[in-house]
């Protein structure tokens, strides 16, 4: 039977080897170097890093191709946490059990350290490696595909989409094209990118492509049901900020019960998507399942 937790545990500590080098290796000022490596390595599930090395084992290819990307995911999905906690955005106090960074240094510096680690990652994107053309031109392609997802027709789209729906109740199609950018985009780059960097075939890249929209779609889902009925202590962060702050959640529209079905549907789309693949796709199929069973 394959092993989740074992295999979460080793993915985890070969992105967050890399994460601690690339650190070390850019160090300048000391206030962002210790903000940076604050939220950087103050733990969590690598869920998006994660992701883009199984699916590069599971169109048959090596993990360590894929792990710069990999690492560059996690940076972008780190800086958007630092911003969202902001008071400006969500104002949180708390994440993954500590202060947040504006909390635990100041704003201008949690801003500065956000902006830094976007950077970075695409510093670490532009100075891997190549000997040939083609090899550029690939890595070319991942830097655009990561860049669209973090940016103004992704991940900030869907924020701005997050905070323009305060105070009103959105309905079902426009949570989840909201989701769909706000969270979905990074996953769905996650995996993209695994898979090209492991030669993946056009079929192939298109079952990902599914696989990927349903569960990140089926994250957010659990990350609205834990907002409601989460143990803080065990998620490192408070609960019930969504109906604070007034959001539309999948609860909110549909009560807990229905988002649970709701998240269940998506996973068994997502485990559809991948009945083409053998048996290294079990990370995937184990990932699917763990992200709506997560008690964080």
Known sequence: ????????????????????????????????????????????????????????????????DALTAACAMEMIHT???????????????????????????????????GDALLTLAFEVLASVPVNSSTRAA??????????????SRGMIQGQMLDMAAEGRRLNLAELEAMHTLKTGALIEASLHCGALLARASRAQLAHLKSYARNIGLAFQVADDILNVAGNPEMMGKAVGTDRLNQKSTYPALLGLDASRQFARKLTHRALQALETFDSKAEPLRALATYIIERKR
């Open 1 to 64: 039977m394959f092993d989740l937790k074992l295999y979460l545990n080793e993915k985890s500590q070969i992105v967050n080897e890399a994460l601690a080098d690339i650190l070390q290796n850019n160090q300048q000022d000391e206030i962002i170097d210790e903000a940076m490596r604050y939220s950087l390595m103050a733990g969590g599930k690598r869920i998006r890093p994660v992701l883009c090395l199984a699916a590069a084992e599971t169109v048959g290819g090596n993990p360590a």
């Open 79 to 113: 800086y958007s946490l630092i911003h969202d906690d902001l008071p400006a955005m969500d104002n949180d106090e708390l994440r993954r059990g500590k202060p947040t960074c504006h909390i635990a240094f100041d704003e201008a510096t949690a801003v500065l350290a």
């Open 138 to 151: 690939e890595w070319l392609q991942i830097t655009r595909i990561i860049a669209v997802a973090a940016g």
